[in-house]
């Protein structure tokens, strides 16, 4: 079953595990004559890679990637991409004492459960370290859309650590890559950092909350009934390991509004219809509306920590765990730069279904 594969006429199959000798992704699908070369690619892998500050695990990869197939002097030929990555900082040592245990809040019960085997090493398919390779298929995904959608943005950032929340009022683009949190809140990113710290010293760890804006994004993709762009999005964000819910919009915050309160009022200017309000997130019926697209995605707290806890064997005997080894005390930071992987996959693809369909631009005119 091809169930490591996701996109519908641009599609990637990411492989590999945490410690085996490489991990990466197939890429199929990208149209043809698109610039890119390995260096343009690190650029996005150097954002998620480990070890980058003390707020992330100290597991020292280079995270290089390199182009297999798929392009000729330096652009895309339109047949299948490969993209490797090699690990070279294993370390499967710390994980013996936890070969006959299952950590709580982790997937190694049901892995166990489903397949009867399973990688106790890092995690192996359910690792975090998964991601690296979807951040370099999102780079391909990127450099198309460059090319195909020029005006389009994608940019993740932190709103939440813990009972930490930034400041709306504060909010500040130009702060989002001066911070190892992503956070557009320069106060903020001064009190996480001390507060994160501590939690890591605790061997604790804790959740986040990220949120995704894509500006830019013309009218008209996604499509009924099944194939609504929110959809897709909420789909991707929620294979990203750790995730545990998906708003669009105003999300889960809606249930507490009015219809009067909800419904983004429509007018007409000068240079055409405007929406008064984004209350939808930029996406109505499952088709983007040309304002910004935002979501936002929780990331529950990373399971392996260095407090005790309460579980039970393989053979199903009780039994206490301490994970050792080296995690993310907030995986929600290393998980900006994924989903904004994962989105330019999915618009990406959702811009190459609409004009396979209907071709360029949206259909109706207004006015």
Not at 69 to 81: D, F, H, L, R, V
Not at 91 to 108: L, N, T, V
Not at 164 to 187: E, G, L, S, T
Not at 240 to 247: R, S
């Amino acid at each position: 079953m091809s169930l490591n594969t996701y996109g519908h006429l641009f599609r990637v199959t990411t492989w590999g595990e945490s410690h085996g000798p490489a991990l990466g992704a197939t890429v199929d699908g990208c149209p043809p004559g698109v610039p890119i070369d390995e260096a343009a690619l690190q650029v996005w892998m150097d954002k998620r890679k480990p070890g980058t500050s003390r707020y992330t695990t100290q597991r020292r990869e280079a995270d290089a990637v390199r182009i297999l197939s798929g392009t000729y002097e330096g652009q895309t030929t339109g047949t299948p991409i490969q993209l490797m990555i090699e690990n070279t900082d294993q370390r499967s040592k710390d994980y013996g004492d936890i070969a006959e245990k299952f950590r709580p809040g982790h997937a190694d019960i049901t892995y166990w459960q489903k397949y009867g085997i399973r990688d106790p090493r890092g995690g192996g398919r359910s690792s975090a370290r998964e991601t690296a390779a979807r951040v370099a298929a999102g780079g391909v995904a990127r450099a198309a859309l460059a090319a195909l959608a020029p005006g389009m943005k994608i940019t993740g950032y932190m709103v939440q650590m813990g009972a930490k929340h930034i400041d709306r009022d504060r909010f500040d683009w130009d702060q989002i890559d001066k911070n190892p949190f992503w956070v557009p809140d320069a106060v903020a990113a001064e009190d996480w950092g001390t507060y994160l710290d501590g939690l890591r010293k605790d061997g604790q760890s804790v959740g986040a909350m990220i949120e995704l804006c894509v500006s830019g994004a013309p009218a008209g993709l996604g499509a009924p009934v099944y194939g609504k762009l929110d959809t897709n999005l909420a789909a991707a964000m929620m294979s990203i390991n750790a995730v545990k819910g998906v708003e669009i919009g105003e999300g889960m915050a809606a249930a507490g509004l009015t219809g009067t309160d909800n419904a983004d009022e429509i007018f007409m200017g000068d240079d055409g219809h405007y929406f008064g309000s984004n209350h939808a997130g930029g996406i109505l019926g499952g088709i983007s509306t040309g304002q910004d697209i935002v979501l936002r995605f929780a990331v529950k707290p990373t399971s392996s920590i260095l407090q005790t806890r309460r579980t039970i064997t393989k053979s199903g005997e009780a039994a206490e765990i301490v994970t050792k080894g080296r995690h993310d005390p907030c995986v929600g930071i290393r998980a900006v730069p994924v989903a904004e992987a994962m989105a330019a996959a999915v618009m990406l693809d959702h811009l190459l279904i609409h004009r396979g369909q209907v071709g360029e631009g949206p259909r109706g005119t207004i006015g």
